[in-house]
């Protein structure tokens, strides 16, 4: 064990190899939106043609052309979510379940039960005789509320009795098992009128002691008693607690925590205002718990630019909280806060000092590390108006031209630390594929650390050849799954 | 021959590491170049990646010492050949340049300014990692001393860094006293593992010059006969003096390179912990954290 306590061998960059490219075959598998190890194997949920809907929802002014060839019709495109399995000991993928169609309340019969699965997690509940995975579902406005599946065996998958959801409500996102309680909260909004993939309608945390047998209920007030507190978007537990975090696009994030008990809890306010950051830390959007703190990655919703609420864009900050409430800012921007002046520990400023990683978006430990991945919106610069940027930005751009930018500078970053305080990168570029502008997920395994990527630039991507733009089939578009591993990963693993 | 190792002169920004430099560099045994940034990156290739990247002059310091000890002097065309070989190095750890440098100035002691890298501990890491033997002088200034020269320098320019500010209000206000706080509890990490060779009060020089290079030289075993003092006391002779050629005019802190107005001088030279700082409009004094580390440092 290093002096830091950091008992494996870090990851590099080469370390890792793609065990599925392209959306597993289907460019539009946009994002890998859930993943967890279970009997053995991994399983990925996919959410499906995101950046296609987002053009027909018009979310996105001044990106021109639209990066990915879409159509005017969104049920052109199969957007029924899947789930995919893999045996780490074959190297192989299957497609172990695909979304149902259902009549929808537009009057078609080919509305998909569900476009996304966002959340997963592993839990054995009062009913299971063992432990099950449970997912959590994206569900389009047209269809019904979103489900939680259950799987057994992973070959088998049934939606369980839901939480009672308001009609707006469109998914949910964190699976959290906790005092003898699952909980998850809505994490999205829809009607015909629009959608708003990460505020929901309300902001509760529903708790349920048997998933088996239903009976969901609020173990929350409604934000927390802050109606400015449009969402609670993550979960996790942490030294005895249930932390919650929210999205407030009013006074910044709120982090909230409780000992459990009988609904509704007790809650107490850990911090507020985006930990002084305001606005800019609209939102928390990970957390994951290392060496006795509990790391936070805070920013700004859409990608790091809510335009709906005029916030941003700015590049993500990550803090970590200690038991005693008494948090640190590892990234980000130094300031004077209530709680004393702030600095980033790390020496690095928001995004791992890059304006393009508009999130952290996920954390974990693996081998005594933490791994931060981030989102990064670099490679929509090719597509966007540049010409009101700032002129340091613009002076970048002018030296090497958008193509050689994103390049460069395209596809999200892996970052690990042994202690929260020292970072490197393990790469800086989506693993060598510009359009992996996200990591989605990170799971620790006996096998080495999966890394699975929100890569939407597919199937066909615009690109300009000869001074003209035009949409060509994109081998590397569509979400990718990575395997990190060293030589002692690579020994037997017992089977389970 | 043995080569000595290195000495790293470690501060926070605006705290006199390279007019330090200039002091120790004009004794006979040592040799002092500016700021090298080595530690920016593992590798000579990522180095050279970032200097390219920045705006700024992060790499004219290496550039210039290059130029100075192996390519014929400080001319643009020293440079361009320094920049050159660089690119040959680029699979090498920065660490080795270090080497390089030290073997080409033995038998007399490399001496290298550092008020960047204590901003960052990835980049102290590397250097702990790359010279576990490391020999290192923390220096020190007063917060309010270190905040009003860099207030003044600051003064009417159109890019001041990120880390001189504060970010709690918008747009961010220039207010020092964060990057001091920030690199003084760095040091002091890295220092729980090693301590410095010596804890160096840059003050000491303008109360009393003689004594205070004395407690330097008896700090590094050096000579402090009278002519060495001497030489330490023109530290405008140090071959690094000044700014460079057109193609790397910096390397050193800017207090080392530009005038500070008379005013600011004065004002520096009153400190204080308890009023109101003067680069601030808001009334805003020392925040507690940087009072109890100063007056840990035995400021007032």
């Not at chain 1, 010409?387 to 690990?416: C, H, I, K, S």
């Not at chain 2, 440098?101 to 290298?112: D, K, N």
């Not at chain 2, 500010?165 to 890295?190: F, G, M, S, T, Y």
């Not at chain 2, 030489?231 to 005019?249: K, N, T, V």
Request: charged share 20%; proline share 7%; aromatic share 10%.
């Amino acid at each position: 064990m290093d002096a830091d306590g950091s008992k494996g061998v870090p990851l590099q960059g080469g370390d890792f190899r793609l065990t599925c490219l392209n959306g597993f075959g289907d460019g539009w598998n946009h994002y890998a939106h859930s993943m967890a190890w279970f009997r053995g194997k991994i399983y990925v949920g996919t959410s499906r043609a995101q950046l296609a809907a987002l053009r027909l929802a018009g979310q996105r002014k001044g990106v021109r052309p639209w990066p990915i060839e879409s159509p005017d019709d969104i049920y052109d495109i199969d957007r029924r979510a899947q789930i995919w399995e893999y045996t780490p000991e074959t190297d192989e993928w299957r497609l172990a379940y695909r979304s149902p169609v259902v009549h929808g309340n537009n009057g078609r019969d080919d509305v998909p039960s569900y476009i996304g699965f966002r959340g997963m997690a592993v839990i054995q509940d009062t009913s299971d005789a063992e432990p099950c995975l449970y997912i959590s579902s994206w569900s389009p406005h047209t269809a019904h509320s979103p489900d939680v599946l259950r799987t057994v065996d992973g070959v088998t998958y049934a939606a369980i009795a839901r939480p009672p959801f308001g009609a707006a409500v469109r998914t949910c996102r964190a699976l959290e098992y906790f005092d003898g309680r699952a909980h998850l909260s809505p994490t999205a909004s829809g009607t015909k009128k629009g959608f708003n993939q990460d505020i929901s309608s309300e902001a509760v945390i529903y708790g349920c002691a048997d998933m088996g047998r239903g009976e969901w209920v609020p173990v929350n007030e409604e934000g927390f008693g802050n109606k400015a507190n449009g969402t609670v978007f993550e979960l996790v537990q942490f030294n005895g607690h249930l932390y919650g975090g929210t999205v407030n696009p009013v006074t910044g994030t709120e982090i909230w925590k409780t000992k459990g008990g009988k609904p509704p809890y007790t809650w107490t306010k850990v911090l507020d205002c985006g930990a002084g950051r305001g606005r800019l830390n609209e939102g928390s959007g990970s957390m994951c718990v290392f060496k006795g703190a509990l790391y936070v990655g805070c920013g700004i919703i859409n990608g790091g630019y809510h335009r709906a609420a005029k916030i941003g864009p700015a590049a993500a900050e990550m803090i970590r909280i200690w038991p005693d409430d008494s948090w640190d800012l590892i990234a980000g921007e130094a300031r004077h806060t209530p709680w004393g002046l702030k600095f980033p520990l790390s020496g690095m400023g928001p995004g791992m000092d890059s304006l393009f990683n508009g999130y952290f978006w996920r954390l974990c430990e693996h081998q005594g590390w933490l791994y931060a991945g981030t989102f990064s919106w670099a490679m929509m610069i090719p597509y966007m108006a540049v010409n009101r940027w700032p002129e340091d930005m613009l002076t970048l751009l002018r030296r090497w031209g958008d193509q050689e930018f994103v390049a460069r500078f395209g596809g999200a970053e892996l970052w690990r630390s042994p202690d929260g305080v020292h970072w490197q990168p393990v790469t800086r570029n989506g693993f060598g594929n510009k359009f992996n502008w996200g990591i989605r997920n990170i799971v620790s395994t006996p096998h080495g650390l999966f890394v699975a990527t929100a890569n939407p630039f597919g199937p066909k991507v615009a690109v300009k050849r000869e001074g003209r733009w035009q949409y060509v089939p994109n081998p590397r578009g569509g979400c990718e799954v990575w395997l990190g591993s060293t030589a002692a990963d690579a020994l037997p693993v017992q089977p389970q | 021959m043995i080569t000595p190792t290195p000495i790293y002169l470690l501060a926070a920004p605006f705290s006199g590491a390279s007019v330090l430099a200039g002091i120790l560099g004009q004794h006979p045994a040592l040799y002092a170049v500016p700021e090298l940034n080595l530690f920016l990156a593992d590798t000579v290739g990522e180095l050279l990646e970032i200097f390219a990247l920045g705006q700024g002059g992060h790499a004219h310091g290496l550039l210039r010492a290059l130029a100075e000890i192996d390519f014929g002097g400080q001319t643009d065309e020293g440079v361009a050949a320094s920049q050159r070989w660089l690119e040959t190095q680029a699979a090498q750890p920065t660490a080795a340049v270090l080497q390089h440098l030290a073997h080409r100035v033995s038998p007399r002691r490399l001496v290298v300014p550092d008020a960047e890298s204590p901003l960052r501990p990835m980049d102290l890491q590397r250097l702990r990692s790359a010279t576990p033997q490391i020999n290192t002088i923390h220096l020190l200034r007063h917060p309010w001393s270190q905040g009003v020269l860099l207030a003044d320098w600051a003064r009417g320019r159109l890019f001041v860094p990120q880390d001189f500010k504060d970010h709690a209000r918008r747009p961010p206000v220039l207010d020092p006293q964060i990057a001091w706080l920030r690199a003084e509890q760095n040091l002091d990490a890295l220092f729980a593992a090693r301590a410095p060779l010596l804890r160096f009060r840059g003050e000491q020089l303008d109360d009393d010059f003689v004594a205070a290079a004395q407690s330097l030289c008896a700090a590094l075993g050096l000579k402090a006969d009278a002519s060495a003092l001497v030489a330490m006391a023109h530290q405008a002779q140090w071959r690094f003096a000044g700014h460079g050629p057109r193609s790397a005019p910096y390397g050193l802190e800017p207090e080392a390179l530009e005038t500070f107005r008379p005013a600011a001088l004065d004002l520096a030279a009153q400190p204080t912990l308890t009023t109101p700082l003067p680069w601030r409009d808001d009334g805003l004094g020392f925040a507690p954290e940087v009072r109890r580390r100063a007056e840990a440092y035995g400021y007032c």
